[in-house]
């Protein structure tokens, strides 16, 4: 087994540490015939077994309604792919298996696959069908493995990792987002900069890398898992130029617009940062005056954040969100939850020590670190700061799509905020607060179990059942207080 890493689950053998731990064992004669077979062998054929159809391609005008939500609905809020890429993709005989390559043959499918998962003219989502393309898409893994990188193959893993994101699947995650980061730093797209191609194209490179370094980050937070990618380099695409006029919102009684990609860009990075330097396996026993300290200077970037937003705009400015009013909705809404759960993230970790007072603050630190909290007041707040954010994001309930892969991706949100109400409910079950907590969880409930009913997709059920069992155990704490 390759040894392990700091937090006990190992490394991805796909990672360049687990090539580097293959070549130091393996006998470099079979590795090289391996590799020479490989080589010699462009289309894999005496490797690895003929491709299979699954499921029929859909006909000419519903696979032109599928493309359009595709790239109306999904690629808007996750620009993986472009215009360009899924019209060469679709052209000609593209349902002939021996004219694609790994990559686009993995990409054709989960194209399709994500489509059928979308709000349609044509009805509800067709969760079976897109399960059959998505096990085409997978069938291809093992040729994008032994093929040579390219860019399909990058951006088909990558598009694969977002819809097992969708269905809380931790270990194919963390698999397809390792394929994408080594594929990524095989291509060497972190340093377009060197490669002679157009401007255009150098966008569109520096946007994939830093897409996939950011989902390797989520599913990092998200399921407790190293992160492929040992650098922090989000912070990249704040100079990447807005792949689609699209992300241009009016504001202002529609007399200005405001475009929605950098401010997203920039939570990305405060959020890989908080990540990295507070949920970590190297960064979880920082003594508290460091927590203490990293927690103010996060909330500052994050309130440095929010004020670069128009007020309508603003998670928690008490204006009524235009969600439902535009193309990007869902950009829109995983900003308002994306902040509410970097301010849980942040503030829980202090709020778990019970900070609650200037006393109780001081009797935490050494004298010589008690005089940086005057520069962070805020933190005094932690547990107030914590709970509230998870119940603005509570709030944001009735905006999550009823039946699509948003609704999946967005799953991890409301579930944070529900667990972060009954664990202060817990704590200390006595303030009028945490009645006004448990009422919170209690509404939620009530609207999750009726919702469940008219929905097909698995998350909304999974997140009924998961309010439940909080307001369950939060209200035991309060009978028994």
Known sequence: M???????TGFSVLTNEGLDWISQRADPSHLDHLLGSVASEPQLSSLLPPRKLFCPFPRAELLKQLLHDYMEYFNLTLPIFTQADVDALFAGNYTDPQVHGPGQWAS?????????????????????TSALFMKGALQAINEILLAPPDLWACKSTLVMAVLFLSLSAAHPC???IAIAVQICNQLDLGNSEALRCSVEERQSRDLLFWMVCAMDNEISYRFGVPPAQKEDIVGEALH?????????VPIRNDSDTFNLFHPTAE????????????????????PFDQLLALTGDFDQKLQAWLRKLPRELQPGSGASPPFRKMPVFPTLLFIHYAYYDCMIAIHSLVA???????QDLL?????????????????????SLMSKAARASLALLKYLPRDDINLGIAYHYPSVAMKTLASSIIRNPRPASEIHNLKMLHQAESYLSQTARNSTHEAIRRLSKACADCCAVAQRAIDAA
Do not use: C, W
């Open 2 to 8: 390759p040894p392990s890493s700091d937090s006990g």
């Open 108 to 128: 054709l499918h989960v194209i399709l696959a994500v489509a059928y998962m979308l709000p349609s003219t044509a009805g509800r989502p067709d969760h079976q």
């Open 174 to 176: 963390s698999s397809l």
């Open 240 to 248: 990447i130029s807005s792949p689609s006029s699209a992300y241009s």
């Open 267 to 286: 939570l990305v990075q405060i959020r890989s940062q908080i990540v990295r330097q507070l949920y970590l396996a190297s960064a979880v026993n920082k």
């Open 352 to 358: 778990m020590r019970e900070v609650n007072t200037a």
């Open 363 to 383: 009797g935490g630190l050494s004298l010589s670190a008690s005089p940086g909290f005057a520069d962070n007041p805020r933190v005094l707040l932690s547990t």
